[in-house]
């Protein structure tokens, strides 16, 4: 449906040319109860609430929003850590959403997930060693020797010592533990790496150290990337696309580009205008748009357009309405707004 | 002496762990005007925070040790204060901020409460005043039906609310000096934009000075009049805000500033970089501590450079050998830094190679 278009692939065959990641009309409703023993269903938080987009090989699609969005429950969604209330997430033509145990299991090999906690998503009781390796044992992929040589190239392309292999995850630092998280997902050579905030626990200058690594390993190993992350400066320098989510929905969708020179939703221009510039002539003549209060509850969703509680733009229409995800200009530009066009682009 | 409100002298701040001494603040100097917003910039574990906390007088007992050095605020030594006369300071004349508003507000008791402590403490505010006083306090940090919502707990309320309701107790008995710690780190793009919005507006109208702790040079930029830039537990530049920027003259100020992704530039295909990781402070490296890390670095950074202003009657400080201006240098750093780069991405190539070869 909504294709990342790209220049640089020449596809041979149709199955080249169909996208790695197809997400169709993604639900993800998670149930609310009252009680201890006779749970009485009140109602149901719409974390994820009708999501489309897809992803081709070889690109990277970044995904935007604030806490609560629903981002982090997108990627959790894809590789099944939950299963989708409705909808299809085609991965190479397969929908994971229906398949079975097993080839779940060897599909999700071909998927692998870098989480946002470096100090929370490792366990410290093991070693770095065989932290990295333990994908590679639950797949069985090598004899232990074969796996022990490949674990240790594995920190060599993360740009950590072999010798650190011995370690226990407390003798990193943040950016370092990073690294290891990285070079685990890489372990059984995945196709798909979803990234939930990997540099949002980091200093900006070791941010810049893990992105520009991530870089490097997409281009020379040919991943696909879902990069989520809820700063626009950090999205705009990894991903070819970038989706746009509040509160459960995609808002904006364009390429990369597009969406910096030219963005249609008051949300993603509110956005941008929130990053801050390392430059205090410009921060002091940048006027900025603060969005007043915070994101509605997931729960009682606002009617019509779901951004007009803290929209500057915001008319009645937009209480009543729920604009439709549209093309804008006829290019592969979408944004859900009614009055897109009066968004004056970024000074 | 006098003109400054703050004055931090020499400051060494040091802790004690089984495998030495840790040198978390490293003989630091700096001072804070009246109605000063001054912005504090480095890694994490370059003693940013440590140095806020020596301040306050708030050090881990018995590991934090006050090496030397001397904390003069309005011209009194904090660090010879009796601990009862420092209770006086805080809260009341000094009002802090801290990172995480999840776990710096009590769950148990209610916002209003929480903001009037201070109060009572402080000024011998009557129960009913306070609440009174707490009520006008959320309003200014906006927070909307303030006179409902000062009953309300901690847990009723969003990230963002919180980190207003820590400003709203900081400010509570109009401190002369605010010292912020990260306060925005922990909350997302858009409301870290209204936090620091709140700040600078607040504290401006009071004339209250600040002192805004971040590793993000991004959030100094828009609200300090001055920066001092700190590595491994000395400061290693300092200057007015506008001079920083546009001229940084330590190459550790250039890695931060080069390592942002800046939103109103043309997007590079690589960021730069400081490679590595902050030294270990228990034995740190002599000479310049940003050594090992510096594309510009040459045999004289082994010893240590002083902070010497650059030029003659200059506030702007660095502590550097090297000319960073100087073409012949940057092409130097230049050649080095892309040495490294093809280093890595050799190991990678390689890697990639063979793992097609296996597919």
Redesign the interface.
Same mark, same amino acid.
């Given at each position: 449906m909504l294709d990342t278009t790209v220049a640089n692939e020449a596809p041979d065959t149709a199955v080249t040319n169909r996208p790695l990641v197809d997400i169709r009309d993604l639900k993800m409703y998670f149930p609310l109860t009252r009680g201890v023993i006779f749970q009485r269903l009140i109602g149901y938080v719409r974390a994820v609430d009708g999501i489309s987009f897809s992803i081709r090989r070889g690109q990277t699609m970044g995904l935007v929003g604030?806490?609560g969005s629903g981002k982090t429950t997108i990627g959790r969604t894809i590789v099944r850590l939950y299963r989708p209330t409705a909808g299809q997430m085609l991965f190479d033509g397969r929908d994971m959403a229906k398949l079975p145990r097993e080839e779940l299991r060897q599909l999700r090999q071909r998927v692998q997930m870098i989480f946002q906690d470096p100090y929370a998503s490792l366990n410290p009781r093991f070693t770095i060693g065989s932290l990295i390796a333990e994908p590679m044992f639950i797949y069985n992929v090598a004899s232990r020797k074969e796996i022990r040589e490949r674990t240790a190239? =594995?920190l060599? %392309?993360v @740009?950590l010592r072999a010798e650190y292999i011995d370690r226990y995850p407390h003798e990193f630092? @943040? @950016?370092?533990r990073q690294r290891i998280a990285v070079a685990r997902a890489l372990s059984i050579?995945p196709e798909f790496v979803i990234a939930d905030e990997p540099v949002s626990a980091l200093? %900006?200058?070791?941010?810049? *150290?893990v992105?520009?690594l991530m870089?490097?390993?997409q281009q *020379?190993?040919q991943l696909t990337y879902l990069f989520i992350s809820?700063?626009?400066?950090?999205v705009?320098?990894v991903a070819d696309r970038i989706a746009v989510m509040y509160l459960g929905k995609i808002v904006e969708l364009a390429d990369?580009?597009e969406i910096?020179a030219a963005p249609q939703h008051p949300y993603t221009r509110?956005?941008?205008?929130?990053?801050?510039? &390392?430059? &205090?002539?410009?921060?002091?003549r940048?006027r900025?748009i603060?969005?007043s @209060?915070? =994101?509605p509850s997931p729960i009682r969703i606002p009617s019509g357009c779901r951004f007009h509680t803290r929209c500057p733009l915001a008319q009645s229409i937009c209480r009543e309405i729920e604009p439709a995800f549209a093309p804008k200009e006829g290019r592969e530009h979408y944004a859900a707004c009614h009055f897109s066009e009066r968004v004056a682009p970024i000074d | 002496m006098g003109e400054n409100l703050l004055e931090v002298q020499d400051l060494k701040t040091y802790f004690k762990v089984k495998a030495g001494r840790v040198r978390a603040v490293d003989g630091v100097s700096f001072a804070v005007k009246p109605g000063e917003k001054v912005g504090v910039v480095g890694? $994490?574990?370059c003693g940013k925070s440590v140095t806020a906390l020596s301040i306050m007088r708030l050090l881990p007992q018995p590991a934090g040790e006050y090496a030397g050095g001397s904390v003069l605020f309005n011209d009194q030594d904090l660090l010879d204060l009796p601990e009862k006369e420092m209770r006086k300071i805080r809260g009341g004349k000094i009002g802090m901020i801290f990172q995480d508003p999840m776990t710096c507000l009590n769950p148990t008791m209610t916002i209003g409460k929480q903001i009037g402590e201070a109060l009572r403490i402080h000024l011998k505010l009557s129960k009913d005043e306070a609440l009174k006083r707490a009520v006008s306090l959320l309003e200014q940090v906006g927070i +909307?039906a303030a006179a409902e919502r000062v009953n309300s707990y901690p847990h009723q309320f $969003?990230?963002?609310?919180r980190q207003r309701v820590m400003i709203a107790i900081a400010l509570a008995c109009n401190p002369k000096l605010l010292i912020a710690d990260e306060p925005t780190t922990a909350l997302?793009?858009?409301?870290?934009?209204?936090i620091?919005?709140l700040i600078n507006g607040v504290c401006t109208e009071f004339g209250t000075a600040v002192i805004l702790i971040t590793?993000?040079?991004?959030?100094v930029?828009?609200v300090t009049d001055r920066v001092v830039v700190m590595y491994a537990g000395k400061i290693v530049e300092t200057a007015p805000?506008?001079e920083l920027?546009?001229n940084p003259r330590h190459p550790y100020t250039l890695?931060?500033?080069? $390592?942002? +992704? /800046?939103?109103?530039e043309q /997007?590079h295909a690589?960021?730069?970089? #400081?490679?590595g990781?902050p030294p270990n402070l228990i034995n740190p490296p002599t000479g310049c501590p940003f050594m090992p890390r510096c594309a510009f670095a040459r045999a004289i950074c082994r010893t240590m450079p002083p902070l010497d202003p650059i030029g003659e009657n200059s506030n702007h400080y660095k502590a550097c050998w090297v000319d960073v201006t100087d073409p012949k240098e940057q092409a130097y750093a230049e050649k080095r830094r892309q040495a490294r780069n093809e280093r890595?991405?050799a190991? #990678?190539?390689e $890697?990639?190679l063979?793992?097609s070869e296996e597919?």
């Open positions: 604030e806490s190239e =594995l060599r %392309v @740009g630092s @943040g @950016g370092q050579n200093d %900006v200058s070791i941010r810049a *150290q992105l520009n870089q490097q390993l *020379q190993f809820h700063d626009l400066g950090v705009r320098h990369r580009d910096y509110a956005l941008l205008s929130a990053v801050p510039i &390392p430059d &205090p002539k410009v921060e002091k940048r900025r603060i969005l @209060g915070d =994101l | 890694e $994490s574990g +909307p $969003s990230g963002g609310m997302d793009v858009t409301v870290q934009a209204q620091l919005e590793h993000d040079l991004g959030v930029a828009g805000t506008d920027f546009a890695g931060l500033l080069a $390592s942002v +992704p /800046r939103l109103d /997007r690589q960021l730069k970089t #400081i490679e990781a890595m991405l190991v #990678i190539k $890697s990639a063979q793992t597919k």
